[in-house]
């Protein structure tokens, strides 16, 4: 049996209508048709009261295979993590607006480079994440950037796509 789709475990777990206080927005390797074996379904959120929303998560999903909450003082952020219709979830919460969160950002930028470079980008960096990349080591690998992949993804969101098509492969 093969797992379902991302967006049919989303529909049947419920989460993003459960969320929906927090500005849910799914993001990740599934929605970019990057996924492997293994991938999780990421969310993030927007998160005011920790308290909360560790509550709330926990009331509807703590009963699921590999539930776990983790704290990221480092970052303000909550991450729980569960298993539901074959997928493991991770969501992530944090007190900033979902559109500054790095998660959100790498996703929104990764699916710029996507669209820029085409099936034959997407073709490479599943090659390498084939190999045991993730995702952002592979697209920094394939576009020929040095040191922290995800700072270095970051520091080319502001580039207009010329500039970024003169760096695909």
Same mark, same amino acid.
Request: hydrophobic fraction near 50%; glycine fraction near 8%; include cysteine.
């Given at each position: 049996?093969?797992?379902?789709?991302?967006?049919?475990?989303?529909?049947?777990?419920?989460?993003?209508? +459960?969320?929906?206080?927090?500005?849910? /927005?799914?993001?990740?390797?599934? =929605? +970019?048709? +990057?996924?492997?074996?293994?991938?999780?379904?990421?969310?993030?959120?927007?998160?005011?009261?920790?308290?909360?929303?560790?509550?709330?998560?926990?009331? /509807?999903?703590?009963?699921?295979?590999?539930?776990?909450? /983790?704290?990221? =003082?480092?970052?303000?952020?909550?991450?729980?993590?569960f298993r @539901?219709? !074959?997928?493991?979830?991770?969501?992530?919460?944090?007190?900033?607006?979902?559109?500054?969160?790095?998660?959100?950002?790498?996703?929104?930028?990764?699916?710029?480079?996507?669209?820029?470079?085409? =099936?034959?980008? @997407?073709?490479?960096?599943?090659?390498?994440?084939?190999?045991? &990349?993730?995702?952002?080591?592979?697209?920094?690998?394939? &576009?020929?950037?040095?040191? !922290? =992949?995800?700072? @270095?993804?970051l520091d080319?969101?502001?580039? !207009? !796509?010329?500039?970024?098509?003169?760096?695909l492969p």
């Amino acid at each position: 049996m093969s797992r379902v789709a991302h967006e049919v475990a989303l529909q049947r777990t419920g989460v993003l209508a +459960l969320l929906a206080p927090y500005d849910p /927005h799914v993001a990740g390797t599934p =929605p +970019l048709g +990057l996924d492997l074996p293994g991938s999780d379904i990421d969310i993030v959120c927007e998160v005011l009261d920790a308290d909360a929303f560790v509550a709330l998560l926990t009331e /509807h999903f703590g009963d699921q295979p590999d539930f776990s909450v /983790h704290a990221r =003082p480092d970052l303000g952020a909550m991450i729980i993590r569960f298993r @539901a219709w !074959d997928w493991p979830f991770e969501i992530f919460g944090q007190a900033l607006p979902v559109a500054q969160q790095h998660g959100w950002r790498h996703f929104r930028f990764e699916r710029r480079l996507l669209d820029l470079g085409g =099936p034959a980008l @997407a073709q490479a960096i599943m090659a390498l994440r084939h190999r045991g &990349l993730k995702t952002e080591p592979a697209f920094a690998a394939l &576009l020929g950037l040095t040191g !922290d =992949p995800y700072a @270095a993804l970051l520091d080319l969101e502001g580039q !207009d !796509d010329a500039a970024l098509r003169a760096l695909l492969p």
